[in-house]
């Protein structure tokens, strides 16, 4: 169980799910997300790349570049996932995007079970 700050302060419960990404492969080399689409075929242009980070120092096999991006008025980390290729199980690199998302149970919301009464038993 992961949880992240968000920008008002609050602590959410949050899970990593892995999304379909639209990219621009600039002459140059660059990369950008164009597009976002979710598991349920939901698609979300990206209005702006606000911030890149790139490729960090590989660990566990993995190396993760992150881009802050903004749809609309909301605005959120979409990550880069390399994974390395381990030539030992013939698995060659993959490249992976996914986002954060908050997880619909609130804390305190699970079901309150019943209490069972001698006529219920």
Same mark, same amino acid.
């Given at each position: 169980?992961?949880?992240?700050?968000? *920008?008002?302060?609050? @602590? =959410? !419960?949050?899970? &990593?799910?892995?999304? #379909?990404?639209?990219?621009?492969?600039?002459?140059?080399?660059?990369?950008?997300?164009?597009?976002?689409?979710?598991?349920?075929?939901?698609?979300?242009?990206?209005?702006?790349?606000?911030?890149?980070?790139?490729?960090?120092?590989?660990?566990?096999?993995?190396? *993760?570049?992150?881009? @802050? =991006? !903004?749809?609309? &008025?909301?605005?959120? #980390?979409?990550?880069?996932?390399?994974?390395?290729?381990?030539?030992?199980?013939?698995?060659?690199?993959?490249?992976?995007?996914?986002?954060?998302?908050?997880?619909?149970?609130?804390?305190?919301?699970?079901?309150?079970?019943?209490?069972?009464?001698?006529?219920?038993?």
């Amino acid at each position: 169980m992961e949880y992240r700050t968000l *920008t008002d302060g609050t @602590r =959410v !419960r949050v899970h &990593r799910v892995d999304v #379909d990404v639209v990219a621009h492969f600039g002459r140059d080399g660059t990369l950008l997300p164009v597009c976002v689409q979710w598991i349920d075929g939901r698609s979300f242009t990206i209005d702006e790349v606000l911030d890149t980070m790139p490729f960090g120092t590989p660990l566990r096999g993995r190396e *993760t570049a992150r881009y @802050r =991006v !903004r749809f609309g &008025r909301h605005e959120t #980390d979409l990550y880069l996932e390399r994974r390395l290729p381990r030539p030992e199980v013939a698995e060659p690199e993959r490249l992976i995007w996914w986002v954060y998302a908050t997880d619909v149970t609130k804390q305190g919301s699970a079901p309150k079970r019943r209490a069972q009464t001698a006529a219920g038993a």
